[in-house]
């Protein structure tokens, strides 16, 4: 038995050494449970980032992601993390401090190899309490529903929903700032109507086509649309506000080029309103 406990503390010895090795090795440390939330909103390349906030576990105070190679790969992977769609991942970095100052920096030099990975912190990254600089911050956005756009001169608001690709989704209308977010009915609603809709969505007309998304929730507010070529807006063009449809008729848009020039419309070519009260 002498020669048991120098062997025996060798050993404990040895598994410490091996774990410290592990562990700083691991791109994550064992036991470790990430969680993910959003944090500030700042306007950034053209529209709301929301910084990424981590921590590893619930013990630890909320931290950041930092870094500058952050790509579309990371973006996806951390919509993911955060139980959110990726159809439109956008990210940037936020250059902002404030209450970040306080915060650590939990992860940087993020590398996802591909975007179908399940959780950020299962991609390479230096995940440490590393006090740094909060000039490199990672904002992201991501969604499967657009920012709302209220074009100059529309009352309405627009945005799409489900979105399979830039540009392309479920139409989503609203009347007035506060009302239910609505869908339009696919009855008669063709490629002058998805161009009337896609210029309502910050899009160019041009190119603009229709298909039947359906799976929309909310009021079905417009069916019967009947847009023409001088219609700038898609609630310009005649249209009934009540309708025979289901949300399986829900329409859908695809939109070609972003960012036109839109003109504010004049007095003269306006239908008016069938049924809009
Ligand atoms: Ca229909
Ligand atoms: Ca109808």
Redesign the pocket.
């Known amino acids: 038995m002498a020669n048991a406990c120098p062997r025996f503390a060798l050993a404990t010895i040895f598994a410490f050494a091996f774990a410290f090795v592990l562990a700083a090795v691991a791109y994550t440390p064992p036991g470790t449970t990430w969680q993910y939330r959003i944090g500030d909103t700042v306007t950034r390349n053209g529209g709301p980032l929301h910084r990424l906030e981590v921590r590893p576990g619930p013990a630890h105070i909320w931290g950041t992601v930092a870094g500058s190679h952050f790509d579309s790969n990371d973006a996806a992977v951390a919509c993911r993390s955060l139980g959110l769609p990726t159809a439109e991942p956008r990210f940037g970095e936020m250059y902002t401090y404030g209450r970040t100052a306080s915060m650590p920096i939990y992860m940087i030099l993020v590398s996802c190899p591909n975007a179908s990975i399940s959780s950020l912190d299962r991609c390479p990254n230096r995940s440490h309490y590393y006090i740094s600089s909060h000039y490199n911050d990672i904002g992201i956005h991501c969604t499967n529903v657009t920012d709302p756009v209220s074009p100059p001169g529309a009352a309405w608001s627009y945005r799409l929903a489900d979105v399979t690709s830039p540009g392309s989704g479920r139409l989503e209308i609203q009347k007035t700032s506060g009302a239910a977010w609505g869908t339009v009915?696919d009855?008669r609603f063709g490629s002058v109507d998805a161009a009337a809709a896609c210029r309502s969505l910050g899009f160019d007309g041009d190119g603009a086509t229709a298909y039947t998304a359906g799976g929309g929730t909310g009021p079905i507010l417009m069916?019967?649309t009947a847009c023409t070529s001088s219609n700038l807006y898609l609630e310009d063009c005649r249209y009934?506000s009540s309708?025979?449809?289901s949300h399986v008729e829900d329409v859908g848009v695809h939109c070609i080029n972003p960012n036109p020039a839109v003109d504010i419309p004049g007095g003269n070519g306006w239908q008016g309103r069938l049924g809009a009260g």
Do not use: V
């Open positions: 009915c009855d069916d019967e009934s309708n025979d449809c």
